[in-house]
C-alpha cells in the first residue's frame, strides 16, 4: 500500500512535519552584516532528517492500521520514529520567526515579494510532479487540470506535506508586515494581501452557499500554533550564548522525559498528536536549548552550510523517494528488531537520495525551480 503519498483529491491526513524549511537563502542575506549562526543551520539540518524520519515511522503505523493489534513490531518500531521527528515543525517555524524579525528582516515589499517567488516558485512546479505522478500510479481520484485549479486554492495537496508551505508563507507575511510597520514603513500592499487571506475562507464558503457552485475550499493560511512557535522561537535562537550556554546538558534529560511523553500519547490518546500539544512544544524547546549556539568546528563548517542550503530541495522530493521504498519494504508481520533495523535503513536512504539530489540540483544551478 501506498504510505506516504496521499492520493490527490483525497482528503489530506493530518499534517505530517515537513520540510526542510525553505528560509536558506534569506538567512543568507544576513551574513554580511551578521555573524553566521552555524547552529541554525545544524538546526535545520537535523530537522530535515527528523522530516524523514518522522514520516517514515508514519508509514510504518499506517501500514498496521494505526494499532499495535495489527502488527506489533511495525508499529512500535513505527511509533517510536514518528515521535522522535515530531520536534521538526515547531523549530521550523522558529527558524522562520528568526530569519524574518532577527536574522535578515526584509526591507520592504520588494525584498519580501522575492523571498515569496523562491518558495511559490518550486511549490508550483513540485505541485505539478506530484500530479503527474499520481496520474502515472494511478493514485489521482480526478482529472489532473481539476487537482492542479483547487491546488491553487490549496483545498487540495497532491503530496501531504507540501501543507507547510500554505501555512510558512502567510506567517512570513505577517510577519514582515509587523517588522515593517514597527520600522516606520507603510506596507499597505502587504496589508491588504493579508485582508484577503483573512476574509477568504469565508467569502469562499458564502460563495458557495448563495450560488451553488462548487468553490474549492481555500486553505492558504496558519493556526495561532504556528505564528506562537515562529515568535518564541526567534527570542529562544537570540539569546545570548551566555545564557543557554552553560546548561546545555542539563536539557538533555527533560527533552529525553518530553520524547517518552509525545511516544504515550501518541499511544493511549491519539495519533497524530497535535503540534499545539503542550508536550511537542516541551519537546521542541528541549532540542532547541540543547543545541542553541553550539559552536560548530571549522573544518566543518562548510559542508554544514551546503547541506543546510539543500535541505529545502530535500523537503520537497524526499516523499516521492520514501513512498517507492515504503511501499517496497514495509510490511505489518516485521520483528522489533527487523522492523527497527528498516526504519533506521529507510531513513538513511530517503536522506542520502533527497539530499543527494537537491545537492546535484544546485549543481546544475536549478535551485530556483526545484528548492
Not at 13 to 34: I, V
Not at 86 to 105: E, H, K, M, N, S
Not at 244 to 257: F, S
Amino acid at each position: 500500500m501506498s504510505s506516504t503519498v496521499s492520493p490527490a483529491g483525497a482528503p489530506a491526513p493530518s499534517p505530517s512535519p515537513a520540510p526542510a524549511d525553505p528560509q536558506a537563502e534569506e538567512a543568507q542575506e544576513a551574513r554580511p552584516r551578521r555573524e553566521h549562526r552555524y547552529d541554525i543551520d545544524l538546526i535545520r539540518l537535523l530537522c530535515s532528517v527528523g522530516v524523514i524520519l518522522c514520516h517514515t515511522g508514519s508509514a510504518f503505523v499506517n501500514a498496521v492500521g494505526r494499532k499495535p493489534s495489527g502488527g506489533s513490531g511495525t508499529y512500535w518500531a513505527g511509533l517510536a520514529a514518528d515521535s522522535a521527528g515530531r520536534f521538526a515543525v515547531p523549530l521550523f517555524f522558529a527558524i522562520a520567526g528568526w530569519v524574518v524579525l532577527v536574522g535578515a528582516p526584509p526591507k520592504d515589499g520588494a525584498r519580501l515579494r522575492q523571498r515569496i517567488v523562491r518558495i511559490a516558485l518550486p511549490l508550483a512546479v513540485w505541485t505539478a510532479v506530484y500530479l503527474a505522478w499520481g496520474r502515472w500510479r494511478g493514485t489521482n481520484d480526478d482529472p489532473v487540470g481539476d487537482l492542479a485549479l483547487d491546488s491553487v486554492f490549496a483545498s487540495v495537496r497532491p503530496a501531504y506535506h507540501l501543507w507547510y508551505l500554505y501555512a510558512y508563507i502567510p506567517v512570513i507575511m505577517l510577519l514582515a508586515f509587523a517588522t515593517m510597520v514597527k520600522s516606520g514603513k507603510r506596507p499597505w500592499g502587504l496589508g491588504a494581501a493579508l485582508l484577503v487571506l483573512a476574509a477568504a475562507p469565508s467569502l469562499f464558503g458564502d460563495l458557495s452557499s448563495v450560488t451553488g457552485w462548487d468553490v474549492p475550499r481555500f486553505g492558504w493560511g496558519f493556526g495561532p500554533y504556528q505564528l506562537i512557535y515562529a515568535v518564541l522561537g526567534a527570542l529562544l535562537f537570540a539569546l545570548p550564548a551566555a545564557v543557554v550556554g552553560k546548561r546545555r546538558l542539563l536539557w538533555l534529560l527533560p527533552t529525553a522525559a518530553a520524547l517518552a511523553a509525545v511516544i504515550a500519547y501518541q499511544y493511549k490518546v491519539h495519533y497524530a498528536i497535535p503540534y499545539a500539544s503542550v508536550l511537542v512544544a516541551l519537546f521542541s524547546a528541549g532540542v532547541l536549548l540543547t543545541l542553541h549556539r553550539l559552536t560548530v568546528p571549522e573544518g566543518l563548517r562548510p559542508l554544514l552550510t551546503r547541506l543546510a542550503d539543500a535541505s529545502f530541495g530535500a523537503y520537497m522530493v524526499h516523499v516521492l523517494i520514501l513512498g517507492v521504498l515504503t511501499d517496497l519494504f514495509v510490511s505489518a508481520d516485521l520483528t522489533l528488531p527487523v522492523a527497527a533495523a528498516l526504519v533506521v535503513a529507510v531513513t538513511a536512504a530517503t536522506t542520502l537520495l533527497a539530499f543527494g539530489a537537491g545537492l546535484l540540483w544546485a549543481r546544475l544551478g536549478m535551485s530556483r525551480m526545484l528548492g
